[in-house]
């Protein structure tokens, strides 16, 4: 029931898309429906949930993947810190792929940052998010063969989870003084 309201929510807009036509899509009754959501507004905040954990999970995935980078055998750091250390001249071909390769992550960091924060009023500057995930990465990529994969892999997770929830805290929390 979830499901088909919100690909209907989703295609024809929240306020198009009555109960009604929602118990129609679905194999269900009007005494099913209301016993799991008691109002359409439940149901609306039920698919808002979803999406909102759809996309903090890509954020996540991000922070995953790279953790996991950690813990293969042949890490040895990130390739494009250790060609910046080597190729120090900001008119240096090599250094201007690095800092090609970063303003465009930066970017896709910020893109990912900004549908999690959304329009709530209590949002973080997706930019800053991008920036301080940023800042985490480095350090886990430069720390993990010295520190262990293991170790520092499990520090970027909660880092990653804090910028979700400090940056973006639940409705329920109350604002940061």
Sequence with gaps: MLAKASE???????????????????PTTRATFY????????????????????TRAAVRAVGAALADDLARPEFRGCAFL?????????DDPVHRVVVDHRAWYVA?????????????????KPEHAAQHFLMMRD?????????GATHVGAAFRRGVEGLLTVLHPDETTPPRP
């Design 8 to 26: 209907l929510f989703y295609r024809d807009g929240i306020r198009a898309v009555g109960v009604e036509r929602i118990i129609t899509a679905t």
């Design 35 to 54: 016993r799991h959501f008691p109002s359409k507004e439940a149901l609306v905040v039920a698919y808002l949930r979803g999406v909102d954990d759809h």
């Design 82 to 90: 250790k060609a910046a250390a080597e190729f120090p001249g900001p």
């Design 108 to 124: 896709t960091l910020t893109d990912l940052f900004a549908q999690v924060f959304g329009t709530s009023p209590r949002r973080g």
């Design 139 to 147: 350090g886990a990529m430069s720390g993990a063969h010295l520190d």
